[in-house]
């Protein structure tokens, strides 16, 4: 569409939705919702800034201490010499290829963890993962900083990956709203995490589910430190962090000893209820798990808990549980325990009963869609076997060949000596970064490719300027999304960035595997070849997709996709035809006790869900630290993306701390002031919010702040991973624990 010669207005997608985009030649100059989104979000608003932002990285840029003397302590302060592109590759291609031929592919890290942008092609993991795999391989990660936790725990108890459960085999909003009578929402189901989704979420409906559940008279109930973590139309019970298992526990308890344990449910389709009851009971260890016990822990009355309890029992309850409480030391116990709790109460398997996880943290979750597929990049087959859970990085650059335990297994790490990341920014998304700063010193080499120079650039000493999504064409598509999208290439690259894919077959060819990489095609070759085999599986399915010169012309399609029904209800199946349809697990059945995790013998996670408290909690607060820190996802933005505008715009910056009325009078702090948020390893600069929203002795601060901080750990605009704390969930998940923080709170003058 034109409206003069030059401004042109089209539409594209990202992780957080599709928007039109205004440009007037080279440059992007604002944004517009797009009109098919009932919700749409305000995060597209920065992004003509942040894209012609002056912190674009604009050339290739070599470090000068590492390109003078392979020098290593210099990350993070030394400048970097800007390089022509063909120099910078044969210097990086050079290099990969003296430490393979050295030290071998073990000696290269490329788990390169990170949400980088939605299209498909361009999509910044497969191209660094493809590459690498054809140059013989790279140690590489397991899980996510979202779910690491609930991706090792929940297959021993339900058998499925956990993710298959939680995309394809849960109930849609429909039927939620159509059945459940109490939705119990651990950690919530948070309005401003359900605007984005991976992939993309075209039409955001989650508040308009919420209002009609309100209306309906579900009984919604938010369990959590912040009343905001749902719609204002849901009732708010506070909650400790890190208490949910106590409290779960003392639900189960109440139900078993008033008779409301569904027996028959428990006889027929679970195991190990038997070794479980007597540790609910307390004859294991002369503690009944009563609702007098977790009180005091949970910070929830007694018999507040014992009418929940009744109330679950009594009505088709779903438990609902937020990703970010396994994001905790411990986070594997209140995943398996919810899952006990949900047995107990014998629905699950029915519909909008039972229990689900990542409603709201991902606003895909509960819209079923008819699966057809991903429009993926081959990433091929990687030689080499170790790899790491993805959050123990620091624990593997600073420990070479120390051996760590990991879901029944022990291995030792790998000795790094190469370090490649597209796509992330682990300067945002790993927790202690005072220590990870020190672990990325170890590395000979450390290559970078980003738009943009964040931390995690300003430490490597190779980057390579990468196109921003606007700046190259994709097609943008989510099996939890129901549109189809030309991402059309807005404007030139800004500066000499190139795309990813240009960036790996230029080394690739000078490795000698060039035509391996491209297999002989361009970018939009690659297009039109994933966009047609992506094609030809809807046209197979009966689903009308365009062709993709049609699709160039329209922009976007919505697709005949929505379903009322997930694929892949494996647990209502399970329901009606236990024998003929068992679960995957060694019994078949949904283990509350499991044998497989009781013969790892781990103390940090035994045979049945237990409660085992964090090593920062309120139950370890001392007078130095006396304040739980949560550090939630940005609501105004994705991640760390975008923030360098963000920073920009007058006041935005230090972040917002939220902390409680009571805890800010002892300190003397009112809305507004400047604080100083601090404990052993480091300190963060922030704003208090004062508000009645969130718990005593708790405070949050988002993430996504840039790290700032320099020699002593100080950060001025408060990015929370310079308190958080990196330690493994336990022994079996080894997922990240950024929820478990004890910091302290002081006005500065
Ligand atoms: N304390 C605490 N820490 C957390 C969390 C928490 O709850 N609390 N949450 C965790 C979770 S769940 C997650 S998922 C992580 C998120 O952590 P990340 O996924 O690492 O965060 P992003 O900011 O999305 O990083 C993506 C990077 O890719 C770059 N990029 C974008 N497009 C491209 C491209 O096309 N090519 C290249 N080469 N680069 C591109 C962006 O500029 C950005 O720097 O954070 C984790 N960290
Ligand atoms: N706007 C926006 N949305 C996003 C993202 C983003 O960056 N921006 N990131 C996306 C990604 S990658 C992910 S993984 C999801 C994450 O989705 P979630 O993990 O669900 O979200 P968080 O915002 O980390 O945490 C939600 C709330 O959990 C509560 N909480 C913390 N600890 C505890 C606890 O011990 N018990 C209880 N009951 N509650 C607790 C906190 O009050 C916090 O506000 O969000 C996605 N959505
Ligand atoms: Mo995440």
Known sequence: MHDHTDRQIRVTTSHWGAFEVVTEGDRIIKTRPFAHDPEPTTLPDILPQAVHHKNRVARPAIRRGWLENRDRDGR?????????????????????????????????????????????????????????????????????????????????VFGEPFLSYVYTAQDGWQTIHDNTETLIMFGGINPK????????????????????????????????????????????????PASD???????????????????????????????????????????????????????????????LARRMASTRTLITVSWSIQRAEHGEQPYWMSAVLAAMLGQIGLPGGGVGYGYGAIGGVGKPMKPLGGVTFDQGRNPVKKMIPVARISDMLLNPGMEYDF????????????????????????????????????????????????????????????????????????????????????????????????????????????????????????????????????????????????????????????????????????????????LTTPSGRIEIFSETIDSFGYPDCPGHPVWLPPQEWKGTATPDTPLHLTSPQPGDKLHSQLECALADVEGARPESLVINPTDAAARGIASGDLVRVFNTRGAVRARALVTDDILTGVVALPTGAWYGATGDNIDPDGNPNVLTLDVGTSRLGQGCSAHTALVNVARLE
């Open 76 to 156: 993070g302060t030394d400048d970097f010499v800007e390089l022509p592109w063909d120099e910078a590759l044969d210097i990086a291609a050079a290099e990969i290829d003296r430490i393979c031929k050295t030290h071998g592919n073990e000696a290269i890290f490329g788990g390169s963890y990170g949400w980088a942008s939605a299209g498909r092609f361009h999509h910044a993991q497969s191209q660094v993962h493809r590459f690498l795999n054809q140059i013989g391989g790279y140690v590489a990660s397991f899980g996510s900083y979202s779910t690491g936790c609930a991706q090792s725990i929940m297959p021993h």
């Open 193 to 240: 995490n359900s605007m984005v989704s991976m992939g993309g979420i075209t039409e955001h409906q989650t508040a308009t589910w919420f209002d009609r559940f309100h209306s309906k008279g579900m009984r919604c109930i938010n369990i959590g430190p912040q009343k905001t973590d749902a719609s204002p139309t849901c009732e708010w019970l506070p909650v400790t």
């Open 245 to 307: 298992t106590a409290l779960m526990l003392a639900l189960a308890y109440v139900l078993e000893t008033e008779g409301l344990t569904d027996h028959a449910f428990l006889n027929r389709y679970t195991t190990g209820f038997d070794r479980f009851r007597p540790y609910l009971m307390g004859d294991a260890d002369g503690q009944p798990k009563s609702p007098d016990w977790a009180s005091p822990l949970c910070g929830v009355p007694a018999e507040e808990i014992t009418a």
């Open 407 to 582: 879901n029944g297994r022990r291995e030792p790490y790998a000795d790094i000596r190469l370090v490649y990341w597209a796509g992330g920014n682990p300067f945002h998304h790993h927790q202690d970064l005072g220590r990870l700063d020190a672990a990325f010193k170890r590395p000979e080499t450390i290559i970078v490719n980003e738009p943009w120079w964040t931390a995690t650039a300003q430490r490597a000493d190779i980057v390579f300027p990468a196109t921003t999504p606007y700046e190259r064409e994709d097609i943008g598509r989510s099996d939890l999304d129901d549109y189809l999208f030309n991402m059309p290439q807005l404007i030139p690259p800004v500066g000499e960035a190139r795309n990813d894919y240009d960036i790996f077959s230029g080394l690739a060819q000078r490795m000698g595997i060039g035509d391996t990489f491209t297999e002989g095609r361009d970018a939009e070759g690659w297009l039109r070849h994933l966009y047609d085999g992506y094609r030809d599986r809807g046209v197979a399915m009966g689903i009308d997709v365009p062709d993709f010169d049609a699709l160039r012309v329209q922009n976007w399609v919505q697709l005949p996709v929505k379903s009322d029904t997930p694929k892949n209800l494996f647990l209502r199946d399970f329901r009606a035809d236990p024998e003929g349809k068992p």
